[in-house]
Each structure stands twice: as structure tokens, then as C-alpha cells.
């Protein structure tokens, strides 16, 4: 469904590249339909977004019954599929610099990212103390946002490779729900560490994208990549069909750009939290 080679590089602080019209309106129409038509979702999330998540026995019920869909998340969980996205980011972006220090051995087509409620230590524990000969699969989740969702910019957790969306309909710009992405404001060639949710005094906007039907976005969940979504107005019952995922380890990411490396920090905390919503640093390191 998706073609990869057709993506178009996006001038930007971190890798990202678009597809137009990537998928046929007929299909968005059809996958629409397939999430109107879902009994349940798994939980509500970022004020006002419904998903359905890889893992849960809601998920499998819904793929058995939505034929679509179902094909989507099988080109997507194969590691053919895989190798395609990351060959084409390491064509496009060769220059800028950024690479995961440690290649996964395996894909895993059954492993999902654990979406239990956990503090910081029990997340560090599930982590793991070493980062080497990391796995990787596939998240994905089919979601419909009402009117209220928002997301602050932040880089996204620390297990992630690459990112994904796909929009299965236009949304007035009045509406908001548009994907921006930041650079930080001050341009320095190494920096120290990138906080994961930094102050929006810090960042200043590079692009946005509202969503259009059929269009995907990728990027490279590299230290740098500042994402949010403005908030969402549902005008006139119009929600937001989307269908979110990434590739992911199953270890944290050890990035390195050019001849320093970033290592990611978790911040203690009591709170038990989804993993995604947990706060971390990554923080230089110099090698060899």
C-alpha cells in the first residue's frame, strides 16, 4: 500500500519525509470506516484521542474484522517492510550525521512496547542495564481524535527509531490538529543533551502539516526531533482519523551524531506513568 521510494525529503533539523496521496481516498474511506466501526478502544489519551493499540486483544478483534486494515499492519509488521524505511533514511539523510550505535538482530513481528502504568524505576528495570544487541518491532494504533486533543512539543521515548503517520482525512487549518516540528533556537554544533519536553521559549517552529487525506509523514526519532500537535477543534462533529506508528527497540536508542554519542537518562519519579509519557535526557558522551 505504502511505497517508500516515492517519499520526498523535507528540509528540516532531523530527518522527515512526506508522501502525498500515499494511500487512494478510496482506502482512507474504507480504513475510516473500519475505526467508526470498532466496538471499543483500548484507552483515551493527549485530551481527546481514542486508540486502538497493537498488543491488546482488542487489536487482534478489530484487525479480524477489519480487512483493510488488517493488510496495512501486515505490510508494516514484516521486516522486508522494515529494511525498506531504514535504507531509504540512511540514502536520503547519509549527511546528516545522526545513526543508531547499535543495529538490531532480530525483528520481532509479535513484540509490542509495554503499555503498562510504571514509575521510573520499574521502567528502568524492564530497560535493561546494557544497550547492546537490541530487537526491534513494530507499534502501530489506529486512533480518531475529538475535539480537545493536543500534544506539547517533545521528542518522542527512548526506544524509538522511526515514526510514522498516516492521515486518513483533511483537516480545516481553522480545525488546528496540525503536526509542527522545532529546532532549538540557538544553533550550536554539538549540544550537551536534549532535554525531551523542552520549554516552547526554547524552540522555534521549522514546519507544519495539516493533515491531508491519503498523506504520510516519517521521520527519524533522532535527540533533536521536536514534534507537537496543535489543538484539535472539532468543528461542525469533523474528527481526526489517523493512524500512528514506529519501529522500536527494545532497548534505548544509543545515537550517535558524528564522533560523539548520546546516551538516554530517565528521570526518577514515583509516578506511575505510561512508558511513553516519561521524561528522559540524552546526554553527550564522547567516543573513541
Request: glycine residues 6%; proline residues 3%; charged residues 30%.
Amino acid at each position: 500500500m505504502i511505497n517508500v521510494n516515492k517519499l520526498k525529503k523535507v528540509k528540516s533539523n532531523f530527518p522527515v519525509m512526506v508522501g502525498k496521496g500515499a494511500i487512494s481516498k478510496k482506502d482512507c474511506e474504507k480504513l475510516i470506516d473500519e475505526i467508526r466501526n470498532a466496538k471499543s478502544f483500548d484507552d483515551l489519551i493527549q485530551g481527546g484521542r481514542n486508540r486502538i493499540n497493537k498488543g491488546s486483544s482488542n487489536f487482534k478483534n478489530y484487525l479480524k474484522k477489519s480487512k483493510l486494515s488488517n493488510k496495512l499492519y501486515k505490510q508494516f509488521n514484516s521486516q522486508s517492510f522494515y529494511k525498506k524505511v531504514e535504507n531509504r533514511f540512511k540514502k536520503t539523510f547519509k549527511d546528516y550525521g545522526w545513526s543508531n550505535a547499535y543495529l538490531p538482530s532480530k525483528f520481532l513481528r509479535e513484540k509490542f512496547t509495554n503499555k503498562k502504568l510504571m514509575n521510573s524505576k520499574e521502567l528502568m528495570k524492564m530497560l535493561g542495564k546494557t544497550y547492546k544487541n537490541p530487537n526491534v518491532n513494530l507499534d502501530i494504533d489506529f486512533s480518531v481524535s475529538r475535539g480537545g486533543y493536543r500534544l506539547r512539543p517533545h521528542r518522542d521515548d527512548v526506544t524509538r527509531l522511526y515514526n510514522f503517520l498516516i492521515y486518513l482525512n483533511d483537516i480545516p487549518k481553522k480545525n488546528g490538529g496540525a503536526l509542527s516540528i522545532f529546532k532549538k533556537k540557538t544553533d550550536m554544533k554539538y549540544r550537551k543533551s536534549f532535554k525531551r519536553f523542552p520549554g516552547i521559549s526554547e524552540l522555534a517552529k521549522v514546519k507544519e502539516f495539516t493533515p491531508s487525506k491519503g498523506s504520510v509523514i516519517f521521520f527519524q526519532s533522532t535527540p533533536n526531533s521536536y514534534h507537537g500537535v496543535s489543538l484539535f477543534r472539532e468543528i461542525k462533529g469533523k474528527k481526526r482519523f489517523f493512524i500512528y506508528g514506529s519501529y522500536a527497540l527494545s532497548k534505548p536508542v544509543v545515537w550517535r551524531y558524528k564522533n560523539v554519542s548520546y546516551l538516554p537518562k530517565i528521570k526518577k519519579t514515583n509516578k506511575r506513568m505510561l512508558t511513553s509519557s516519561h521524561d528522559s535526557d540524552y546526554l553527550m558522551r564522547e567516543v573513541g
